[in-house]
């Protein structure tokens, strides 16, 4: 029988050979044995085979419930981080037989849309980074698919699991690193998003400075951009008073912009003012001097955050426990008025 013009259906196949289309399921789900017989099941074969008939996974998946699909969430795609993170969660995942959908947010870390016409229907569990747990309302349902947050406060993540970088360590091991160099007047060159993990960086900065005495810090709040960095670096140490000799930066696009308003002050890094970032991007090495910042392995926290998700799948208790992170001392770092 020769194919038809479109692609065959299961109800194609059971008309060729005679049957219902539960046979055809149970037959070519190899669940025939003792409900079908062998002369039934060898004709359903022939006539899956003689039409081309391949059996549609993704439906059947989805009528059994299981899709082995996870959404990862993530905020924007502006820095290879998040690619890191996605590259770590997929690596776990096909190593399990899922697979991973990266979603940057139409909204930022704002309210994220759900991108299918029912997220519940096409996917096992969501992974979110750098996002509060109520701004994956519209994704999770009623239903409320799995989820597990990354990046995100422990406190407020609606009973998701969550998985974190120990954020808090990276800032102290700054601010450790420039008070031993003899640093006390600093600029915290704050990112603008309104985000636990920039929350945490602000309250641990000022807590550690603040422990010794004759410290001040002052505060500049700049979009995560090169050039919205420039412009508050800028502004900043272009204000009265005492210049800070250290400027600490929430993360390492923003470290970029403010060597850029270093520069057009007339200063120098680090001889007039050092500088630190987070994150350890590409930039800080394609910058000069390369910048003194903190790593964070962005492919590992993908694995865990894939494997927390599996283990909450399981009904397992995921591994708990921050994951270490690392200060980078490169040349964008000295005492004060270093030659």
Known sequence: MAPSSTRPTSRDVAQAAGVSQAAVSLVLGDKWRGRVSETTAQRVREAARDLGYRPNLAARNLRLGHTRTVLLVV???????FAGVYTGAARVAADHGFGVLLYPSPEGIGPARDPFASAQAALD?????????????????????????????????????????????????????????????????AADVPSWTFEVRARVLAAQLASVPGTTVRTAHAPISIDGALTAAQAALSSPGPRPTALVCDDDKLAAGAYKAV????????????????????IATAIDPELTTVRL???????????????????????????????????????????
């Open 297 to 339: 392995d962005a492919e590992l926290f993908g694995e865990r955050g894939m494997q927390a998700l599996l283990a909450v799948l399981e009904g397992r208790t995921p591994q708990a426990g921050d994951i270490p992170v690392e200060l980078v001392v490169r040349g964008s770092t000295a005492p004060p008025g270093a030659p």
């Open 75 to 81: 905020p924007a795609l502006t820095t290879e981080f």
């Open 125 to 189: 569990g969501v992974i979110a980074s750098s996002m509060a747990a109520d701004a994956l309302t519209a994704i999770r349902g009623g239903d409320q698919l799995p989820l597990v947050m990354l990046d995100s406060d422990p406190s407020g993540s609606l009973g998701a699991a969550t998985v974190n970088l120990d954020i808090a360590d990276g800032v102290r091991q700054v601010a450790t690193h420039l008070l031993a160099l003899g640093h006390r007047h600093y600029l915290h060159l």
């Open 263 to 282: 520069r057009r002050l007339g200063l120098r890094v680090p001889d007039d003012i050092s500088v630190t970032g987070l994150d350890d991007l590409a």
